[in-house]
Structure formats: structure tokens, C-alpha cells
């Protein structure tokens, strides 16, 4: 069973950094494409990046390109978003999500299974 825990959202100031980690004790990640989207209010759930477990490939969102970097630990099965020059537009409700597919995807629906999410809030 998947079970995808994120951790490491909080509240930073315009300009600062955060890194979100998201983990599952029960499964590997090898094999699959993990992924990070988000949720503002009021919003539909957007991509965020992506990396597959296979090549390492990653894929990011205009709007986040050049500021994040999603990187995937296989040996530990954690997944990780480093997120610097932190915008209030990035404030949302942040999900680790997994699809069972090496393909990358830009596309949450094709993501199976989902993380509870984690707050990240910027304030100016």
C-alpha cells in the first residue's frame, strides 16, 4: 500500500527558501515518476515538477523553473523539492504524488496515488 508522507512546509518570508521531503516506508519509488503539485485556495490543483525514478529526467512548471529543483533519493525512498526565491503566488498546499509509470507526466490526473499535502505559506 502507498503511503506518501510530506513534511517540511512552514511559513518564510518573500525571497526565502524551504525544501519539502515526502516519504513512504512501505514501498520503493523505483520504477515510478514521483511528482510535486499544489493547491492554492479557490485553485485547481496545478503541477509543480516531476522526476522519474528511471533516468532521473525532471520536468518543472514555467512558473517555478529555475527556482525549484526536485531531486528523488532512491536509497532512502524520499523525495525532495527545494524551493528558493519563495513568491506569495507559490503560497499553496503542496502534494508529493506518484505515478506508477517511469514516463513523466506534466498532468495530475495521471498520478495514482497522493500525500495528505503540507501548508507553504510567503508572506510579504
Known amino acids: 500500500q502507498v503511503q506518501l508522507v510530506e513534511s517540511g512546509g512552514g511559513l518564510v518570508q518573500v525571497g526565502g527558501s524551504l525544501r519539502l521531503s515526502c516519504a513512504d516506508s512501505?514501498?520503493?519509488?523505483?520504477?515510478?515518476?514521483m511528482g510535486w503539485l499544489r493547491q492554492a485556495p479557490g485553485k485547481e490543483r496545478e503541477f509543480v515538477a516531476a522526476?522519474?525514478?528511471?533516468?532521473?529526467?525532471?520536468h518543472y512548471s514555467d512558473s517555478v523553473k529555475g527556482r525549484f529543483t526536485v531531486s528523488l533519493n532512491n536509497a532512502k525512498n524520499t523525495l525532495y523539492l527545494q524551493m528558493n526565491t519563495l513568491k506569495p503566488e507559490d503560497t499553496a498546499v503542496y502534494y508529493c504524488?506518484?505515478?506508477?509509470?517511469?514516463?513523466?507526466?506534466?498532468?495530475?490526473?495521471?498520478?495514482?496515488?497522493w500525500g495528505q499535502g503540507t501548508q507553504v505559506t510567503v508572506s510579504s
Open positions: 504524488a506518484l505515478r506508477s509509470s517511469p514516463v513523466v507526466t506534466t498532468k495530475p490526473p495521471l498520478f495514482n496515488y
Open positions: 512501505g514501498r520503493t519509488f523505483s520504477g515510478n515518476t
Open positions: 522526476i522519474s525514478s528511471i533516468n532521473g529526467n525532471t
